[in-house]
């Protein structure tokens, strides 16, 4: 069963919305359409998510990851949710409500409906009130936290027939319905298809999955290189000299097959010559390059030339290299590149 | 192990207003980082001090209030153990960084919030200091988090990113905009924590960039390419510790990196140690080095970040190692010399990761193994 039928199914079975309580004199749902249509958002959602009186700074978790640690969904009744509230409730503080609606799990069929305490922020309440009043087919669900919170309700979003929504509670317009609404326009997906996932599906949804860094050319540097990754390398010193001119946004990098050693620039920010390190194969080659002004190694521009280095390469050595030709002033290109270099011993 | 994140910048005047009204006001981000301001990097006095939101010297209580116990459980033992953890910080000499006293009545006043679970905390820092975190959860990380980032941003702390430079995807403190869930599980400084307090805070000239730069908290923080490394607890340059290494050859190198997010500063910055031979028959050579590899931020996220920083948490690093100071080797002899580079400007980036290097041998006079080299107050440093 996808999801759309399970929410269908669940819209249809709480289609008869009363009017109960404050708040009947509201905007028709067919009201809040037309300004929707307007480009101005409906009523409901500042009316139920907005800040106290002089009480708006908190910072927290931003509002995809929030959505997406709810560990389970209950879909609140709401022809029978006014009579759990009508001892009321206070909108400054959580408390544990009996609530009557069904768990939600996507991909599954209803659970049956009953009643289920939960412990909730009194802000977040407000949305049942706004549910009614934004028509018929709307709806209001709860947002549970798992375990390591206790299961207290995390969020309580109302969606309208059409499938606007907002979420309910103290400064939920700003932390959480205008951050999701742009989230969600810019994935083209609607809140309603989110109801009932948890889990990695919802942050796939919410384009949080991490599908793993993607591997960028081996740079080998002690802090940032495995054991496995420098075996068998020296670390050597590379004393580097441009011709005086060498003058451009780019930077010269030196590199072996196993990865890329440091760069200098040739900005202008340092003098020459300079020495940098590099992790060498004693009997192999040593390569310099042309890089942009970041370095940027997924670019490399021009490969200058390499030398070969020594087989009985002493721990204490450094590679003296001289470079010649022409830098492009944009740092474009070397012409005609030469590297020549003698090795020396510290 | 990667960078850390933070951003530390100059405070525009709107920027200054907006902090004064509110230290941590959460923006709502879609994606999933939080966001950050700051602090000025190029002038020796604090710019946030209008704000009274630099104080390196606190004094807080507790609000009376009876939600600080749920489910039976007194939180502030944890808020308490976390805001105590600020005076682990050493500076260079190893005096503690910044101060924090718990008074029975005056003081920074901690209170405790009953709000929906997505807001945390929050500081504030001008109509009467003061700070509260969500009573509403029940882990002690949560509390040992907020209640420490709330507390340095009432030391000046801005927003960083979510990867510590030792601790890799342990977040640091500074770190918002992520679920609680990813707070690291245990009560003590990041090296970020460290290193952002000694930028923030230290008494030495310019900004400072590494943490543990003093050696007066053994190596913490410092790793090495080759020799022994070992902690000396007297006779450092300006305090007690130092390290003492025996490098084997001069292409070896002490190490530390964090990360800085600059966005569209333009800061200078340079490479800096104090050091002296262990011994007269040895002829020492050192020289620092500072070199960068240039983050880039995903996209902005709707949190809001000042001075052109995206989004510093998951940033990626592309680039190679490229030096940006550096002196020539300078001959050392057996008491404390400064040896540093000239500032140098980098090319902009949203951020750097910037390790500092010391490189350096002690060469025998009469032939033998190389000796041991004294280090002290090695770091980078910003303008």
């Known amino acids: ?346 | 192990m990667a960078g850390i994140l933070r951003t530390r910048r100059r405070l525009s005047a709107r920027r200054r207003a907006r902090v004064a009204l509110s230290l941590a006001v959460m923006t709502g981000a879609a994606d999933g980082s939080l966001y950050t301001s700051t602090e000025s990097s190029a002038a020796p006095a604090y710019p946030q001090d209008p704000n009274n939101c630099n104080d390196s010297s606190i004094m807080w209580r507790f609000e009376t209030n009876s939600g600080w116990t749920k489910n039976g459980v007194d939180r502030r033992p944890w808020v308490r153990a976390a805001i105590n953890t600020l005076d682990d910080a050493r500076d260079y000499n190893g005096s503690p960084l910044v101060s924090v006293t718990e008074h029975a009545s005056i003081g920074v006043e901690v209170q405790v919030k009953d709000k929906p679970m997505n807001q945390y905390g929050s500081a504030e820092c001008v109509s009467g200091a003061s700070f509260w975190v969500n009573g509403n959860y029940t882990s002690s990380k949560f509390y040992w988090h907020v209640a420490r980032h709330e507390m340095m941003h009432l030391m000046g702390a801005e927003h960083g990113g979510n990867i510590d430079s030792k601790n890799g995807d342990n977040p640091p403190t500074m770190m918002t905009c992520k679920d609680w869930s990813t707070f690291r599980s245990v009560n003590t400084l990041a090296q970020d924590d460290a290193a952002y307090l000694n930028w923030l805070h230290s008494g030495r000239d310019y900004r400072q960039l590494h943490a543990n730069y003093g050696w007066e908290q053994g190596t913490s923080y410092w790793g090495k390419t080759a020799g022994a490394l070992s902690y000396k607890s007297s006779g450092g340059s300006l305090g007690p510790g130092y390290a003492a290494w025996q490098a084997p050859t001069g292409n070896d190198y002490l190490y530390q990196t964090v990360a800085v997010h600059t966005g569209d500063d333009n800061e200078s910055y340079r490479a800096i140690t104090a050091a002296k031979s262990l011994s007269p028959d040895y002829k020492t050579a050192v020289r620092p080095a500072l070199y960068r590899r240039n983050i880039a931020h995903q996209s902005s996220n709707s949190c809001e970040y000042a001075d052109g920083v995206g989004n510093p948490n998951d940033y990626s690093v592309t680039s190679g190692w490229v030096l940006v100071a550096q002196p020539s080797s300078t001959v050392v002899g057996t008491g404390w010399t400064g040896v540093q580079s000239a500032f140098s400007n980098p090319a902009n980036a949203m951020g750097y990761e910037m390790q500092v290097r010391i490189y350096g041998v002690a060469v025998p006079n009469s032939g033998g193994a190389t000796g041991y080299i004294g280090i002290d107050n090695s770091r980078g440093d910003g303008t």
Not at chain 1, 177 to 189: F, H, K
Not at chain 1, 235 to 246: M, N, R, T, Y
Not at chain 1, 303 to 309: D, W
Request: hydrophobic share 40%; proline share 6%.
């Open chain 1, 1 to 346: 069963m996808s999801l759309s039928h399970v929410v269908l199914r669940a819209v249809g079975a709480i289609a008869v919305v009363g009017c109960l309580g404050a708040g009947c004199g509201g905007p028709s749902s067919d009201e809040m359409l037309t300004t929707e249509r307007a480009g101005e958002r409906a009523d409901f959602t500042a009316e139920v998510g907005a800040c106290p009186e002089g009480d708006e700074s908190a910072e927290g978790v931003a509002a995809a990851p929030f959505v997406a640690s709810v560990a389970e969904w209950f879909e609140i009744d709401l022809d029978n949710a006014s009579e759990s509230l009508a001892g009321g409730f206070d909108r400054s503080s959580t408390a544990t409500y009996r609530i009557p609606g069904s768990e939600l799990v996507a991909g599954q069929d209803s659970a049956a409906r009953h009643a289920r305490e939960i412990q909730i922020h009194g802000s977040l309440l407000e949305g049942i009130d706004a549910a009614r009043q934004a028509g018929p087919g709307s709806r209001a669900l709860i947002g549970l936290g798992g375990p390591d919170v206790d299961g207290q309700a995390l969020f309580l979003v109302v969606m309208n027939k059409s499938g606007e929504f907002a979420f309910a509670g103290h400064c939920q317009e700003r932390l959480l319905t205008d951050p999701m609404t742009t989230l969600l326009a810019s994935q083209g997906l609607s809140m309603i298809e989110l109801v009932g996932l948890t889990g990695s599906e919802l942050e796939a949804q919410l384009g949080l999955a991490t599908s793993g860094d993607t591997p960028g050319p081996a740079v080998l540097n002690p802090e940032f290189s495995s054991l496995q990754e420098l075996e068998g390398l020296t670390l050597v010193s590379v004393v580097i000299s441009p011709p005086d001119d060498w003058r451009a946004p780019a930077t010269l990098c030196t590199r072996i097959e196993r990865g890329w050693n440091d760069c200098m620039p040739l900005d202008g920010s340092i003098e020459f010559p300079q020495t940098v390190s590099a992790y060498v194969v004693p009997g192999g080659s040593l390569e310099f390059w042309l890089l942009d002004e970041a370095a940027n190694l997924m670019r490399p521009i021009q490969r200058l030339g390499s030398i070969e280095v020594a087989q009985d390469l002493q721990p204490s050595t450094s590679v003296v290299a001289s470079l010649r030709g022409r830098l492009a002033p944009d740092g474009g290109a070397v012409e005609a590149p030469v590297v020549q270099a003698e090795l020396a011993t510290l």
